[in-house]
């Protein structure tokens, strides 16, 4: 990691910076592999309001380039389009080289602590999914379905969520009156859906209160139990199990205890479905913003990762990659936000508004950079017998 004493008191000149822009040389170079330049003319170009950017991210990696935009010290017309030059052109993995020290602390913190252990499996409930229904229901569909819609036949989000739960029911071969086990429930959009239209009694679980009470709301009348619990206390036998959204909070201490529970808690003749997010490469650190203001102790998982953990447990049925509608479920997301922005702006300030705007259109520029994947795995027993058949 760069030493303090190696920028000079105006925090421009520093590191080989080029005389006439300030700009540090190693800067120029990884932005110029992106195709960015700072303060050009393109939309994915980054507008510098100060040179203390050069700082932040020098020191503090892609940390400080993510809270350097919270703070207002840089812009882009298309924020999202400047994501995902950056990861395309692998920008944060280079970076990484002149952070050794943060890295192997990251590192080392990520795999020697279990940071999902059943302590802290409420803290991503309490620090992100309770921060305000109201942020959630502004942003999501009617559905409030928190994870990537299914775009395929879909002109909407509503009509894409509504959709993505449909397909997760035909995947699963649900049947009216089959046990189906949630595996976090979110706001008891699809426990709904799968009681309502496919006649299923529901089991959901959550670490959110928030979620946890509006879940109960949304599904009342229906045969749908909701309940404020993490997944190592599930006790009972299940037709079908499906967790969406819900394995990035796992962390690869706990995959074999994760889909050891799932095994003992499945029929024989049974399926589940998985549906995650997944990074295209298996990686021993996170990204530090994200897990700092957004997701913290989360851990995306690599196909290998899972592939590993399941391997002599579960049978892989199907695996479907669909990472390309993340990318527009995001935007509309932000779309929804943005318009609702006026109505919220009295109940959050102007640093939240920067800290979602970025949060939303980097994750959506993380997808569409071919970095992060949307996987729905359906899994099975080796007992079940019969043939499936994969639904798209």
């Not at 030059?85 to 970076?95: F, K, P, T």
């Not at 990762?305 to 391997?311: G, L, M, R, W």
Request: charged share 25%.
């Amino acid at each position: 990691m760069l030493r303090e004493e190696e920028f000079s008191n105006n925090g421009s000149t520093y590191l080989g910076a080029t005389a006439d822009t300030g700009i540090p040389k190693v800067l120029q170079r990884l932005s110029a592999a992106a195709n960015i330049r700072f303060d050009g003319d393109a939309p994915w170009d980054i507008q510098v309001k100060s040179h203390r950017l050069y700082r932040h991210i020098l020191t503090k990696g892609s940390l400080g380039f993510g809270e350097a935009y919270m703070n207002g010290i840089w812009d882009a017309d298309k924020l999202d389009e400047t994501i995902t030059r950056i990861l395309r052109a692998d920008v944060d993995g280079q970076l990484n080289g002149w952070m050794k020290l943060r890295l192997l602390a990251d590192i080392l913190r990520q795999n020697v602590l279990n940071l999902q252990s059943p302590r802290r499996a409420f803290q991503i409930g309490e620090r992100h999914y309770d921060i305000g229904n109201d942020i959630f229901s502004a942003m999501l569909d009617r559905s409030m379905n928190y994870s990537c819609g299914y775009w395929e036949y879909a002109d909407s989000l509503d009509q894409a969520q509504h959709d993505k739960m449909d397909m997760i029911c035909r995947k699963l071969d649900l049947q009216p009156g089959e046990k189906l086990l949630e595996i976090g429930c979110g706001w008891g959009g699809l426990a709904r859906h799968a009681a309502k239209y496919y006649k299923a009694e529901v089991t959901g679980i959550t670490v959110s209160k928030e979620q946890l009470h509006a879940a109960r709301r949304r599904c009342a009348g229906l045969s749908v139990d909701i309940r404020y619990m993490d997944y190592r206390e599930l006790d009972g036998n299940f037709d079908k199990l499906v967790s969406v959204g819900m394995f990035e909070h796992v962390g690869p201490k706990n995959y074999t205890t994760y889909f050891d529970t799932a095994t003992e808690l499945m029929k024989d003749g049974g399926l589940f479905l998985l549906h995650t997010i997944g990074i295209h490469a298996t990686s021993k650190t996170v990204d530090p913003w994200i897990n700092k203001y957004i997701f913290p102790n989360g851990k995306l998982p690599s196909a290998k990762e899972i592939a590993s953990a399941i391997d002599n447990r579960l049978v892989i049925e199907d695996w479907h990659n669909f990472g390309h509608d993340y990318d527009r479920t995001l935007m509309a997301w932000w779309d929804n936000f943005q318009r609702a922005w006026s109505a919220l702006k009295g109940r959050y300030d102007q640093r939240f508004y920067r800290m979602w705007k970025y949060y939303l259109l980097s994750c959506a520029g993380f997808f569409r950079s071919r970095q992060g994947h949307l996987w729905q795995i359906v899994l099975s027993k080796r007992q079940r017998t019969g043939i499936y058949r994969s639904i798209r």
